[in-house]
C-alpha cells in the first residue's frame, strides 16, 4: 500500500467514528466502536478495491463488499475515495500486450521440440546423443511435455 491508499484508511477511520458518535452516540462509539457504521473487513476492503481502481460509483462498492448501508451512507464514502484516489478510465486503467500468435516455442524462445528423438549437439564437438522423448503418462503423447 502507498501514502494515498493509508490517507484513504485514515478518512474512513474519522468518517466512521463521527458517523456512529452522530447516529448512536458517543456512548455507543465508546462501548462498541466504530464497526457499528462500517465493520473493519468492509473498510479494508474498499481499500483495496480503490487502490486497484474498482470503486467508481456506489453501485461498485455495493458489488465489491456487500455492505449493508451502501444504499444509506455510500454517497458519502464514494466521495471521500474519489477525493484522496481519483477514479481512472477503464482505459487507462489497464494495459494489455497485445496477443502474439504463434508456437510457445517461439514465445518463450525455445528451440521447436520435433516428435520422436530430441538431437543434442554441443558446440565445438561432433559428438551427437539422441534419447527418447518423455510422454504424458494421461495422454500417451509428446507433443504438450517440455523435454
Excluded at 486497484?52 to 455495493?62: E, G, P, Q, T, Y
Aim: with cysteine; glycine share 6%; charged share 20%.
Amino acid at each position: 500500500m502507498g501514502s494515498k491508499e493509508y490517507e484513504l484508511r485514515e478518512a474512513l477511520e474519522d468518517w466512521r467514528e463521527e458517523k456512529t458518535a452522530e447516529i448512536y452516540g458517543r456512548s455507543y462509539l465508546i462501548d462498541i466502536g466504530p464497526a457499528i457504521v462500517m465493520g473493519n473487513l468492509v473498510l479494508e476492503r474498499l481499500v483495496n478495491c480503490a487502490h486497484h481502481a474498482k470503486i467508481n460509483s456506489v453501485n461498485d462498492i455495493r458489488k465489491e463488499t456487500h455492505w449493508t448501508n451502501t444504499q444509506t451512507f455510500g454517497s458519502e464514502v464514494l466521495s471521500i475515495i474519489l477525493r484522496i484516489i481519483p477514479a481512472v478510465p477503464l482505459s487507462q486503467a489497464y494495459t494489455t500486450a497485445p496477443l502474439q500468435r504463434g508456437p510457445i516455442s517461439a514465445t518463450l524462445n525455445l528451440p521447436p521440440v520435433e516428435q520422436g528423438n530430441i538431437s543434442c549437439a554441443s558446440e565445438g564437438s561432433r559428438l551427437t546423443t539422441s534419447r527418447k522423448m518423455n510422454k504424458c503418462s494421461r495422454v500417451r503423447l509428446p507433443s504438450h511435455l517440455l523435454p
